[in-house]
């Protein structure tokens, strides 16, 4: 498994090179640069007038160095973050949706259905919990991972979305 290299929030908008202040909203977004999903920062008036083309993006506010920081990336932001990543095979993002899937079963919003094997692979079937549409269900593939490897991705994935996850 490749290791992922994040780098921290630096407060300063990917496409002004302009610093982004303390109480400034902004935009959060992942791209996939060089096969990788790195995180990028834009100021919103950036944003707003460039548009600019990420695999999925938030809105945020920069705190003020006396705050404590804020959790942003609510459930339906993971949710949909798992959701995109549906049809990807790359191995990383496959291991990367699979932790979003037991992050998401943690906080109820998926459920375990059943198992089954497929071209050698273990594929979990998963329910949406509180979705209308009971016959809904979701596919992940498992893709294995020992605890060490899960932990590192968790933490990873928290270092992203700057979430406790």
Partial sequence: MSEWEVDKPLGQCCGTGRK????????????????ELQRRDFCADYWESEKPNVFCYW????????????IFVDDNMLMAFFERLENETEQEKVNFRFVLALILM???????????????????????????????R?????????????EKLSSQ?????????
């Fill in 138 to 150: 979701i596919e992940v593939i498992n893709p294995h991972l020992d605890e060490e490897q899960v």
């Fill in 59 to 70: 809105r945020s506010r920069l705190p003020r160095p006396d705050e404590k920081k804020q």
């Fill in 106 to 136: 943690r906080k109820k919003r998926l459920k375990y259905d059943a198992t089954r094997d497929e071209d050698r692979q273990e594929i979990w079937r998963l329910r949406i919990v509180g979705d209308k549409s009971s016959e809904r």
């Fill in 20 to 35: 982004i202040e303390p109480g400034e909203e902004y935009f959060g977004a992942l791209l996939e640069i060089d096969k």
């Fill in 157 to 165: 994935i928290g270092q992203i979305l700057q979430a406790d996850v």
